[in-house]
């Protein structure tokens, strides 16, 4: 099915686990973005990406790390897991970093 | 430090009614400005805008930009219940090219 999917949608883990949610786009989109979705905070950019190999901290990117090897794939890792990432994370993609995004249906993580 | 504040943060109305919804920015290098909704689920895109007063329009919903004043505001008239959702705004800077998204408006139609 062509569009962008994530996964897991849902995940629990525990504090100083290392958890990996997966994005995967059909669009060859240039553009991809890793956002977390909090009460108060709206949307905040955690990292993103301008191509393959290419990767840009965004406004909170510290516990996170990213890869993109292949366009259609950019999956974002915690690398020890914190209550504090509890949270929605989206996933993005788009042709330009100024045109408009396509996001993903989200996955809820829960760090206990 | 740059930042995109919306107004109000929350409203509710009576379905039939026009709201306006804002979104100032303090930006360096301003790019453009992208309206989205949001219900129970992913961001949906509404509007880009990168000129200043020029409506963008879709249906009953519209959008204008003012880049002199620093922001934008979208107007919903004749408002549904399926209006019902978060508004989000996100200004584009083409200085490292960041992305910066306000706290967003959630609007209440009541029927």
């Known amino acids: 099915d062509a569009g962008i999917t994530q996964s897991p949608r849902y995940k629990i883990t525990e504090t100083g686990r290392q958890v990996t949610l997966m994005c995967h786009q059909t669009?060859?989109?240039?553009?991809m973005f890793w956002y977390r979705q909090d009460l108060g905070h709206g949307l905040r950019l955690i990292y993103y990406s301008a191509a393959a190999d290419i990767t840009d901290k965004g406004e909170v990117p510290d516990g996170y790390v990213v890869s993109r090897s292949k366009t259609e794939n950019f999956p974002l890792t915690l690398e020890s897991a914190t209550r504090s990432q509890t949270s929605v994370y989206f996933c993005a993609s788009s042709w330009t970093i100024h045109n408009e995004q396509f996001f993903g249906p989200g996955t809820r993580l829960t760090v206990l | 430090e740059d930042k995109v504040v919306q107004s109000p943060l929350s409203l509710v109305v009576h379905e039939g009614d026009t709201v306006t919804l804002n979104c100032s920015y303090e930006v360096t290098n301003f790019r453009s400005l992208l309206w989205y909704k949001q219900e129970k689920k992913a961001p949906t895109f509404l509007f880009m805008l990168t000129s200043s007063g020029i409506e963008k329009k879709s249906g009953r919903l519209s959008s204008i930009l003012d880049k002199k004043e620093l922001f934008s505001i979208l107007n919903i008239t004749a408002t549904q219940t399926g209006d019902s959702a978060v508004y989000l705004c996100a200004v584009v800077s083409s200085r490292d090219d960041k992305i910066i998204f306000g706290k967003g408006t959630r609007l209440h139609i009541l029927p």
């Open positions: 669009w060859s989109h240039s553009y």
